[in-house]
């Protein structure tokens, strides 16, 4: 039996079920269960609301584009009029939406145009693969639904895979706890020069918000109750979207950069497994929440049609390709993973977790990394990732920890891996990471015991946006990082993000950090800058 008939067979255990749980309704599980077969175009929903009707603005939750390609951009948006609802203020019923891309920013210089459906089956949100474009070209975007017009949205399309580019500048963003600080970090990303944006997961938290968000400490809002509880439902999940959506900071790094997206855990609940809950729910309830959060995930991310879920599944990995120049695979090491090792946490490496059938990618996405690289004529060959690839000792001593969540609790896997890019001749392989709310630069070693093996690539790991709150330049544990993990060049724990430059010679990182998040406004600089050169992989200092 598949994997894919195996979920569907728990969600209808799980509908049978539900009413005898507290958490979630009949209506809950139902909405769950119809996410294979409740798609547009059913004769529940065939009605056609007037936008003409929409007497307040539709488009409170901003633009977004993403998943370049060289002849073609996603465009998203999401109607909801009253954003803080359910139902967000929209008819259950669908609207018509204009949409334009162009030239220019005052769209003198059309370069498409068309009509797409907002449907209630989606929250209406709308998805447009917006084709005939120019490889390597910069374009702006808007839409219009009755007699509202949505902010305009720059965005970029992908170098044809033939070119010859000079260089490549891209940012790689993680974690954006609401309830733990401002977005400050994505204002400042907003006005970087770059070309794309890679957001490597928890670009939401499951976590309650209370009505005065959090560490924010609103003194002009109040929050509505209904975010002050976890996220479990579709609706709930869909409503915490819109309360991260409508942040002024996050909508204009989304307006201002295409963005290519993977999840991590926060997106459905913490430190998830596979089809195994943290709080160890029964897995058919645990799947049927797990759909919720991917069926929202794919509403509220400019993401194409392969992406979009059936039931609890839903494939995200993919390849994006920026000319002769870099090869992206964006990778999923949440959805096919092995349970953590020893309950989860930090242990010290042992059967269990060093176990040669241990996986974190799954067999099929490892193979299709693999095998992709065998066929990759890139110079750099970047996989934006979700947790810690290098090994992280949390001390010097014989007996030491490492977490179990991260690739460290997953060593067999990490060495198919490792051992599929030697085989395939990656000579500069770049991972991209988030997840653990501090800036990382790390070297990565064939043998992380023995630290005059072969380098074999390098590791950026981006802090996190808001995540941790304001943060410290050095951790309490920085010492002890540093001293256990040779490879580790860099260690700083405050918010921000890393700004990444590839060219013909090196991979060049810059460690971007804002004071505080906790309260608005907070210049940004660079910590620290590092190289790795082009078939000379480490990491030196810029």
């Not at 580019?165 to 400050?184: E, I, K, M, N, P």
């Not at 990303?189 to 070309?195: K, V």
């Not at 950069?257 to 609940?269: A, G």
């Given at each position: 039996?598949t994997q894919h008939s195996q979920h569907d067979?728990?969600?209808?255990?799980?509908?049978?079920?539900?009413?005898?749980?507290?958490?979630?309704?009949?209506?809950?599980?139902?909405?769950?269960?119809?996410?294979?077969?409740?798609?547009?175009?059913?004769?529940?929903?065939?009605?056609?609301?007037?936008?003409?009707?929409?007497?307040?603005?539709?488009?409170?939750?901003?633009?977004?584009?993403?998943?370049?390609?060289?002849?073609?951009?996603?465009?998203?948006?999401?109607?909801?009029?009253?954003?803080?609802?359910?139902?967000?203020?929209?008819?259950?019923?669908?609207?018509?939406?204009?949409?334009?891309?162009?030239?220019?920013?005052?769209?003198?210089?059309?370069?498409?145009?068309?009509?797409?459906?907002?449907?209630?089956?989606?929250?209406?949100?709308?998805?447009?693969?917006?084709?005939?474009?120019?490889?390597?070209?910069?374009?702006?975007?808007?839409?219009?639904?009755?007699?509202?017009?949505?902010?305009?949205?720059?965005?970029?399309?992908?170098?044809?895979?033939?070119?010859?580019?000079?260089?490549?500048?891209?940012?790689?963003?993680?974690?954006?706890?609401?309830?733990?600080?401002?977005?400050?970090?994505?204002?400042?990303?907003?006005?970087?020069?770059?070309?794309?944006?890679?957001?490597?997961?928890?670009?939401?938290?499951?976590?309650?918000?209370?009505?005065?968000?959090?560490?924010?400490?609103?003194?002009?809002?109040?929050?509505?109750?209904?975010?002050?509880?976890?996220?479990?439902?579709?609706?709930?999940?869909?409503?915490?979207?819109?309360?991260?959506?409508?942040?002024?900071?996050?909508?204009?790094?989304?307006?201002?950069?295409?963005?290519?997206?993977?999840?991590?855990?926060?997106?459905?609940?913490?430190?998830?497994?596979?089809?195994?809950?943290?709080?160890?729910?029964?897995?058919?309830?645990?799947?049927?929440?797990?759909?919720?959060?991917?069926?929202?995930?794919?509403?509220?991310?400019?993401?194409?049609?392969?992406?979009?879920?059936?039931?609890?599944?839903?494939?995200?990995?993919?390849?994006?390709?920026?000319?002769?120049?870099?090869?992206?695979?964006?990778?999923?090491?949440?959805?096919?993973?092995?349970?953590?090792?020893?309950g989860d946490g930090w242990h010290a490496p042992?059967?269990?977790?060093?176990?040669?059938?241990?996986?974190?990618?799954?067999?099929?996405?490892?193979?299709?990394?693999?095998?992709?690289?065998?066929?990759?004529?890139?110079?750099?060959?970047?996989?934006?990732?979700?947790?810690?690839?290098?090994?992280?000792?949390?001390?010097?001593?014989?007996?030491?920890?490492?977490?179990?969540?991260?690739?460290?609790?997953?060593?067999?896997?990490?060495?198919?891996?490792?051992?599929?890019?030697?085989?395939?001749?990656?000579?500069?392989?770049?991972?991209?990471?988030?997840?653990?709310?501090?800036?990382?630069?790390?070297?990565?070693?064939?043998?992380?015991?023995?630290?005059?093996?072969?380098?074999?690539?390098?590791?950026?790991?981006?802090?996190?946006?808001?995540?941790?709150?304001?943060?410290?330049?050095?951790?309490?544990?920085?010492?002890?990082?540093?001293?256990?993990?040779?490879?580790?060049?860099?260690?700083?724990?405050?918010?921000?993000?890393?700004?990444?430059?590839?060219?013909?010679?090196?991979?060049?990182?810059?460690?971007?950090?804002?004071?505080?998040?906790?309260?608005?406004?907070?210049?940004?600089?660079?910590?620290?800058?590092?190289?790795?050169?082009?078939?000379?992989?480490?990491?030196?200092?810029?």
């Amino acid at each position: 039996m598949t994997q894919h008939s195996q979920h569907d067979q728990q969600l209808r255990a799980a509908a049978e079920h539900l009413g005898r749980r507290r958490f979630l309704t009949v209506a809950g599980a139902a909405a769950t269960l119809a996410f294979a077969t409740n798609l547009p175009g059913g004769a529940a929903h065939a009605a056609e609301a007037d936008a003409k009707r929409l007497t307040e603005d539709p488009f409170t939750l901003g633009v977004a584009s993403g998943d370049p390609l060289p002849g073609s951009v996603v465009l998203w948006t999401r109607l909801a009029p009253r954003p803080y609802e359910p139902g967000n203020g929209m008819p259950d019923a669908r609207v018509s939406v204009r949409w334009e891309i162009a030239h220019d920013e005052k769209f003198a210089r059309i370069a498409g145009q068309g009509k797409a459906e907002a449907h209630p089956e989606f929250n209406h949100s709308i998805h447009v693969e917006a084709t005939g474009l120019g490889p390597d070209r910069v374009y702006y975007y808007r839409f219009r639904a009755g007699d509202w017009i949505s902010p305009v949205g720059r965005t970029r399309t992908a170098p044809a895979r033939s070119a010859q580019l000079r260089s490549l500048r891209l940012g790689a963003v993680s974690c954006q706890a609401y309830h733990d600080g401002y977005f400050t970090a994505h204002r400042h990303l907003a006005e970087e020069d770059l070309d794309v944006v890679f957001h490597l997961g928890d670009y939401l938290y499951e976590y309650p918000v209370n009505a005065v968000g959090g560490a924010r400490n609103y003194t002009d809002r109040t929050l509505p109750a209904l975010f002050n509880k976890e996220t479990v439902t579709l609706e709930d999940y869909r409503l915490r979207y819109a309360l991260y959506k409508s942040d002024p900071d996050l909508q204009a790094a989304h307006a201002a950069h295409p963005f290519v997206v993977t999840w991590d855990d926060h997106e459905v609940e913490n430190n998830y497994a596979s089809g195994v809950s943290e709080d160890e729910l029964p897995p058919a309830e645990f799947l049927a929440r797990r759909a919720a959060g991917y069926r929202a995930y794919w509403e509220n991310q400019p993401l194409r049609r392969p992406q979009r879920p059936s039931g609890s599944d839903m494939q995200l990995y993919r390849r994006v390709h920026y000319g002769r120049l870099a090869q992206f695979d964006i990778l999923d090491t949440r959805q096919y993973r092995s349970d953590q090792a020893y309950g989860d946490g930090w242990h010290a490496p042992g059967p269990e977790s060093t176990d040669e059938s241990r996986t974190l990618t799954g067999a099929t996405q490892e193979r299709w990394l693999i095998d992709g690289w065998r066929g990759s004529g890139a110079l750099w060959n970047v996989v934006p990732q979700q947790v810690t690839f290098a090994e992280r000792r949390s001390t010097t001593a014989d007996t030491y920890k490492v977490s179990m969540d991260s690739w460290d609790g997953y060593t067999a896997s990490r060495d198919r891996v490792l051992a599929g890019a030697e085989a395939a001749g990656v000579d500069n392989l770049v991972v991209l990471t988030g997840d653990v709310h501090v800036h990382y630069a790390l070297d990565i070693k064939k043998d992380f015991a023995d630290q005059n093996s072969r380098t074999q690539g390098v590791e950026f790991v981006t802090t996190s946006i808001a995540s941790g709150k304001d943060g410290a330049d050095k951790p309490a544990n920085w010492d002890a990082y540093m001293a256990a993990n040779p490879h580790m060049k860099f260690y700083n724990g405050r918010r921000g993000y890393v700004r990444i430059e590839l060219d013909q010679e090196k991979a060049r990182a810059d460690y971007r950090t804002v004071s505080a998040v906790t309260t608005q406004g907070a210049p940004v600089a660079t910590a620290a800058s590092f190289v790795s050169e082009a078939g000379d992989p480490g990491l030196k200092p810029a």
